[in-house]
T-cell receptor
Framework: GIQVEQSPPDLILQEGANSTLRCNFSDSVNNLQWFHQNPWGQLINLFYIPSGTKQNGRLSATTVATERYSLLYISSSQTTDSGVYFCAVSTFYNFNKFYFGSGTKLNVKP | DAMVIQNPRYQVTQFGKPVTLSCSQTLNHNVMYWYQQKSSQAPKLLFHYYDKDFNNEADTPDNFQSRRPNTSFCFLDIRSPGLGDAAMYLC??????????????FGSGTQLSVL
């Protein structure tokens, strides 16, 4: 099956700093989503972005499908951004199945 | 608001005692998923339903079963829970699972403890 790798595994930021999270995948994808898991375990969908660039407030994401990676940018980080960020992908031949990367644990300090 | 609801939020069971976790959705989505998430790990897909069609992951233990009696409800049955089955169980839905712009919607999860 498809392999999904995220980096870095852990990230500590001072409030106000910017960061870039990366998701690499081993096969062509028809769907890619970024999630934020808060400390209570709730997974919140941030972006669905199989290709191209999207922005939502302080967050933006870019997927370069031909090179099999996606980036999540967080600008002017806040303590509420803390948590774990996951990317999840599905493929053209397993389009109903979403597989998660290992996640990036972000800790934003005041 | 339309949503994915999981009950209970916390479930405690005894080693070997069958347990059922429930998930309901008001989104009228075709696809429902069960994921298992152990501490500090990524969610792992156990199985999913596309309407009434059940799709099991190859590495999902036989101890885990699922039922989907109608569009709105889906259940996860663990027939004989072991200590290694303690985890967060997440239910998710998607409309069709096919379109490139579809989102996954997650419930808040059930944290299962096995004593």
């Amino acid at each position: 099956g498809i392999q999904v790798e995220q980096s870095p595994p852990d990230l500590i930021l001072q409030e106000g700093a910017n960061s870039t999270l990366r998701c690499n995948f081993s096969d062509s994808v028809n769907n890619l989503q970024w999630f934020h898991q808060n400390p209570w375990g709730q997974l919140i969908n941030l972006f669905y972005i199989p290709s191209g660039t999207k922005q939502n407030g302080r967050l933006s994401a870019t997927t370069v499908a031909t090179e099999r990676y996606s980036l999540l940018y967080i600008s002017s980080s806040q303590t509420t951004d803390s948590g774990v960020y996951f990317c999840a992908v599905s493929t053209f031949y397993n389009f109903n199945k979403f597989y998660f990367g290992s996640g990036t644990k972000l800790n934003v300090k005041p | 608001d339309a949503m994915v609801i999981q009950n209970p939020r916390y479930q405690v069971t005894q080693f070997g005692k069958p347990v059922t976790l429930s998930c309901s959705q008001t989104l009228n989505h075709n696809v429902m998923y069960w994921y298992q998430q152990k501490s500090s790990q990524a969610p792992k897909l156990l199985f999913h339903y596309y309407d009434k069609d059940f799709n099991n992951e190859a590495d999902t233990p036989d101890n885990f079963q699922s039922r989907r009696p109608n569009t709105s409800f889906c259940f996860l049955d663990i027939r004989s829970p072991g200590l290694g089955d303690a985890a967060m169980y997440l239910c998710a839905t998607s409309l069709r699972g096919t379109a490139t712009n579809e989102k996954l919607f997650f419930g808040s999860g059930t944290q299962l403890s096995v004593l």
